[in-house]
């Protein structure tokens, strides 16, 4: 079965500040990719996805990633980051078996003042 | 469009019961995925409904169960419920059902079980 890693469970950052969130994913076949967000008591917002082609993906709200494959990778950055963008953040792999998704243990982004 | 809305989003219930949750998607979308979210073990896939039929189905116990309605609205129910089962439950819609499709996600439905 496909697994996901998201090696930081917490993320603290001022506002303004980079930030690279990172994920790894464990399966070597075609997969697509995504990064979900979800603010309290909210379901998840996609936003971006990977399908094919350019392997960098630009989403909303000023996120980009990037998709490497060879080292299994989706990286999600953001240049200059908001208090607005404090929630949780989730990477997320499809196989193309339907709608079947595996999801990362998400990452709590904290942005400070 | 109206979102993917789910109903109730609140529930309080004790061990050994049973209870029904439910999940209107966004219209047009005839996919259905229902999800578990708990601190401990994350976001787990229950399974998925395309137009009325059970097409994947994760790991969980057969008290875990689900169904979807010709109009692609969608319910799970728990039976004999137990403490674990407290949890986040997240529905999520898409058009076809397919991998690389938008998945879109209702708020979920908190249940806490005493």
């Known amino acids: 079965a496909q697994s996901v890693t998201q090696l930081d469970s917490q993320v603290p950052v001022f506002e303004e500040a980079p930030v690279e969130l990172r994920c790894n994913y464990s399966s070597s076949v075609s997969v697509y990719l995504f990064w979900y967000v979800q603010y309290p008591n909210q379901g998840l917002q996609l936003l971006l996805k990977y399908l094919s082609g350019s392997t960098l993906v630009k989403g909303i709200n000023g996120f980009e990633a990037e998709f490497n494959k060879s080292q299994t990778s989706f990286h999600l950055r953001k240049p200059s980051v908001h208090i607005s963008d404090t929630a949780e953040y989730f990477c997320a792999v499809n196989q193309g078996n339907f709608n079947k998704f595996y999801f990362g243990s998400g990452t709590k982004l904290n942005v400070k003042p | 469009k109206a979102g993917v809305t789910q109903t109730p989003r609140y529930l309080i219930k004790t061990r050994g019961q049973q209870v029904t949750l439910s999940c209107s998607p966004i219209?047009?979308?005839?996919?259905v995925s229902w999800y578990q979210q708990t601190p401990g073990q994350g976001l787990q896939f229950l399974f998925e409904?395309?137009?009325?039929?059970?097409?994947n189905k994760g790991n969980f116990p057969g008290r875990f169960s689900g169904r979807q309605f010709s109009n692609s609205r969608s319910e799970m129910n728990v039976s004999t419920l137990e403490l674990g089962d407290s949890a986040l439950y997240l529905c999520?819609?898409?058009?076809?059902?397919?991998?690389?499709?938008?998945?879109?996600f209702g708020p979920g439905t908190r249940l806490t079980v005493l």
């Open positions: 999520a819609s898409s058009t076809r059902g397919q991998g690389a499709d938008t998945q879109y």
């Open positions: 409904y395309f137009s009325e039929t059970q097409r």
């Open positions: 219209s047009g979308h005839r996919s």
